[in-house]
Antibody, heavy 115, light 106 residues
Framework: QVQLQQSGAELAKPGSSVKISCKAS????????ISWIKQTTGQGLEYIGY????????NYNEKFKGKATLTVDKSSSTAFMQLSSLTPDDSAVYYC????????WGPGTMVTVSS | EIVLTQSPTTMAASPGEKVTITCRAS?????MHWFQQKSGTSPKPWIY???KLASGVPDRFSGSGSGTSYSLTISSMEAEDAATYYC?????????FGGGTKLELK
């Protein structure tokens, strides 16, 4: 069965970076893009971007350019999202989802930015 | 960026009651997609391409609409339908979600 496993919760200091992972199983990894979505209580759901798991090509929501960097390791069927220059506004749950149709979601990774 | 406005933001329905959730777009979109999220879990695809039910979704759910106005309807509310529902447009980049409608059981 299709599964997306995400890395655990992160507590980070302002100005630092975190790298979240999303390991896929149960399907051919390179047949589907991986998308990333941010969820906060205040802003709801926000689309960050997606990565072509075959070519590594990326497409970002303009709002998250410079904030999020998407990469992929085909050998381990894992997608990554690095968030840089963290501020308290980056505190959220971050989801990976399969494809551009978000047909399967990971359980989410909570990132808390606090000094 | 297309802004999606859902209404109502919260509502409560009794078992058997008909429920309609609306999603209005700031510009015309070709299709609307809906997700269901229950507390502490990830969103699930619920309705795609405006009116197609995702796998496993009960047929008491339906979707309709065009242009700037779309809706999700439950013909007869059941306890398991209590959740937050989000609309999503993929017609124009960046893809955007509505703010969500929290549906509670009365």
């Amino acid at each position: 069965q299709v599964q997306l496993q995400q890395s655990g919760a992160e507590l980070a200091k302002p100005g630092s970076s975190v790298k979240i992972s999303c390991k896929a199983s149960g399907y051919t990894f390179t047949s589907y893009y991986i998308s990333w979505i941010k969820q906060t209580t205040g802003q709801g759901l926000e689309y960050i971007g997606y990565i072509n798991t075959g070519s590594g090509g990326t497409n970002y929501n303009e709002k998250f350019k410079g904030k999020a960097t998407l990469t992929v390791d085909k050998s381990s069927s894992t997608a990554f999202m690095q968030l840089s220059s963290l501020t308290p506004d980056d505190s959220a749950v971050y989801y990976c989802a399969r494809g551009r149709y978000f047909d399967f979601w990971g359980p989410g990774t909570m990132v808390t930015v606090s000094s | 960026e297309i802004v999606l406005t859902q209404s109502p933001t919260t509502m409560a329905a009794s078992p058997g009651e008909k429920v309609t959730i609306t999603c209005r777009a700031s510009s015309s979109v070709s299709y609307m997609h809906w997700f269901q999220q229950k507390s502490g879990t990830s969103p699930k695809p619920w309705i795609y391409d405006t009116s197609k039910l995702a796998s496993g979704v009960p047929d008491r759910f339906s979707g309709s609409g065009s242009g700037t106005s779309y809706s999700l309807t439950i013909s007869s509310m059941e306890a398991e339908d209590a959740a937050t529902y989000y609309c999503l447009q993929r017609s124009s980049y960046p893809w955007t979600f509505g703010g969500g409608t929290k549906l509670e059981l009365k």
